[in-house]
């Protein structure tokens, strides 16, 4: 069986959790040895063998954004000739997923790591392009043989965003961790490199800033934060100047109040990140949109406890009370996730963080107790014989 998977983000550029879910999937599907597993990801020239390179087309120089990014969809799509399946992440690969599946009679599978209908503040950084992306999105989905959801939360939201597809054809197949890669390595160097004294309690955030990830929130929490504790933002690639600049306003407005605020706004390496993590108290995870929340794992995986928001699927990941700390959070219904009270948000967030760095002994079975459970739930080799049930399954129809 010939399989291509079409992706945005692939090893070494890879700057969120659907890059790192292809990675993952790829190298547990090829480490199986049953198939063929082609890789089409965009960007410039890789030297991985059966991984092909798709940068913008010079045509579309200058371009909206998501017209450049449809343009490379065509040359992946022409590319899957051959292939049995095609599997596509994200709307940013979708529509070569479409289009490939449509031009070689085969079946398109794609995986949902995100939904447009749940990220309205994106028009705000594609303009007109997020409705162009969210036609794509849509009409990739109603289109396609099976949809693979990253979390319970995540099917519930994609039939509630598109009704016209089948419930029958939405399956969970949950993102996974390599514990291998991802566990508790103290490297206080490392750490004191970053701004970070090793021997003061912290608090850590990994992510974009973007507005599904609440980090404003955070950083109004933060101010309750016992005086002691630090707060360790690696926190990168801005989806807009505006919320770069709101971000950058909290940041200095605590910093006039509490030292021990540290901001690294580079994405990290891997290697660094889990030396930070490791060196931790508590994993934050603020998000007001998250359809599983990888980072949840990564932490846990280096056995640091997590307090997270209470949405999307990260209930499935964090376990109130043996993990960590979930968050409740009431949200508007118009696909911003915005909380109904922020305000209660924010106290509840604050109220956790501080519960969470006050016995530090808890947090460290906790942490233990969270590792545990990344280990057995979520391992990728699991996850990549489930990807090959619905792969199969297609091709049986």
Same mark, same amino acid.
């Given at each position: 069986?010939?399989?291509?998977?079409?992706?945005?983000?692939?090893?070494?550029?890879?700057?969120?959790?659907?890059?790192?879910?292809?990675?993952?999937?790829?190298?547990?599907?090829?480490?199986?040895?049953?198939?063929?597993?082609?890789?089409?990801?965009?960007?410039?020239?890789?030297?991985?063998?059966?991984?092909?390179?798709?940068?913008?087309?010079?045509?579309?120089?200058?371009?909206?954004?998501?017209?450049?990014?449809?343009?490379?969809?065509?040359?992946?799509? +022409?590319?899957?000739?051959?292939?049995?399946?095609?599997?596509?992440?994200?709307?940013?690969?979708?529509?070569?997923?479409?289009?490939?599946?449509?031009?070689?009679?085969?079946?398109?599978?794609?995986?949902?790591?995100?939904?447009?209908?749940?990220?309205?503040?994106?028009?705000?950084?594609?303009?007109?392009?997020?409705?162009?992306?969210?036609?794509?999105?849509?009409?990739?989905?109603?289109?396609?043989?099976?949809?693979?959801?990253?979390?319970?939360?995540?099917?519930?939201?994609?039939?509630?965003?598109?009704?016209?597809?089948?419930?029958?054809?939405?399956?969970?197949?949950?993102?996974?961790?390599?514990?291998?890669?991802?566990?508790?390595?103290?490297?206080?160097?490392?750490?004191?490199?970053?701004?970070?004294?090793?021997?003061?309690?912290?608090?850590?955030?990994?992510?974009?800033?973007?507005?599904?990830?609440?980090?404003?929130?955070?950083?109004?929490?933060?101010?309750?934060?016992?005086?002691?504790?630090?707060?360790?933002?690696?926190?990168?690639?801005?989806?807009?100047?505006?919320?770069?600049?709101?971000?950058?306003?909290?940041?200095?407005?605590?910093?006039?109040?509490?030292?021990?605020?540290?901001?690294?706004?580079?994405?990290?390496?891997?290697?660094?990140?889990?030396?930070?993590?490791?060196?931790?108290?508590?994993?934050?995870?603020?998000?007001?949109?998250?359809?599983?929340?990888?980072?949840?794992?990564?932490?846990?995986?280096?056995?640091?406890?997590?307090?997270?928001?209470?949405?999307?699927?990260?209930?499935?990941?964090?376990?109130?009370?043996?993990?960590?700390?979930?968050?409740?959070?009431?949200?508007?219904?118009?696909?911003?996730?915005?909380?109904?009270?922020?305000?209660?948000?924010?106290?509840?967030?604050?109220?956790?963080?501080?519960?969470?760095?006050?016995?530090?002994?808890?947090?460290?079975?906790?942490?233990? +107790?969270?590792?545990?459970?990344?280990?057995?739930?979520?391992?990728?080799?699991?996850?990549?014989?489930?990807?090959?049930?619905?792969?199969?399954?297609?091709?049986?129809?």
């Amino acid at each position: 069986m010939r399989i291509d998977i079409l992706s945005k983000e692939y090893p070494p550029s890879i700057y969120g959790g659907a890059g790192v879910h292809v990675a993952e999937l790829v190298r547990a599907l090829r480490a199986r040895g049953d198939s063929d597993v082609r890789v089409h990801a965009f960007g410039g020239p890789r030297d991985e063998e059966g991984t092909t390179s798709h940068p913008d087309l010079p045509e579309l120089e200058g371009a909206n954004a998501a017209l450049t990014t449809l343009g490379v969809d065509l040359t992946m799509a +022409a590319a899957c000739t051959g292939a049995d399946v095609v599997h596509s992440h994200t709307w940013y690969a979708n529509f070569g997923g479409l289009v490939g599946s449509l031009l070689e009679g085969v079946p398109h599978v794609l995986s949902a790591h995100s939904l447009e209908p749940m990220r309205p503040w994106k028009a705000e950084q594609l303009g007109g392009g997020y409705r162009l992306s969210s036609w794509v999105e849509r009409t990739a989905y109603e289109g396609a043989a099976a949809v693979i959801a990253v979390s319970a939360g995540m099917r519930e939201d994609i039939l509630r965003s598109y009704p016209q597809v089948d419930p029958d054809k939405v399956v969970v197949v949950h993102n996974g961790i390599d514990s291998q890669l991802w566990q508790k390595r103290t490297d206080p160097d490392t750490v004191r490199r970053h701004g970070i004294d090793p021997d003061r309690p912290s608090v850590v955030f990994v992510g974009r800033i973007t507005r599904q990830k609440g980090l404003p929130y955070l950083l109004r929490a933060a101010a309750e934060l016992p005086p002691e504790v630090q707060l360790v933002l690696l926190a990168g690639a801005p989806d807009t100047p505006e919320i770069k600049a709101e971000v950058e306003e909290l940041i200095a407005g605590l910093r006039e109040h509490r030292d021990g605020v540290v901001w690294v706004p580079e994405m990290l390496p891997r290697d660094e990140v889990v030396a930070v993590l490791s060196g931790a108290t508590v994993f934050v995870c603020p998000s007001v949109y998250e359809p599983l929340g990888i980072v949840n794992l990564e932490a846990m995986a280096c056995e640091l406890p997590v307090v997270a928001t209470a949405t999307g699927g990260i209930p499935e990941v964090v376990v109130d009370g043996e993990t960590g700390w979930l968050v409740p959070i009431e949200q508007v219904q118009d696909g911003t996730g915005t909380p109904v009270d922020e305000d209660r948000f924010v106290a509840d967030l604050a109220a956790a963080l501080t519960d969470a760095v006050s016995d530090l002994d808890r947090a460290e079975r906790m942490g233990v +107790a969270g590792r545990a459970r990344a280990v057995e739930a979520f391992s990728w080799a699991t996850i990549g014989d489930r990807t090959m049930e619905v792969y199969q399954q297609v091709l049986a129809r």
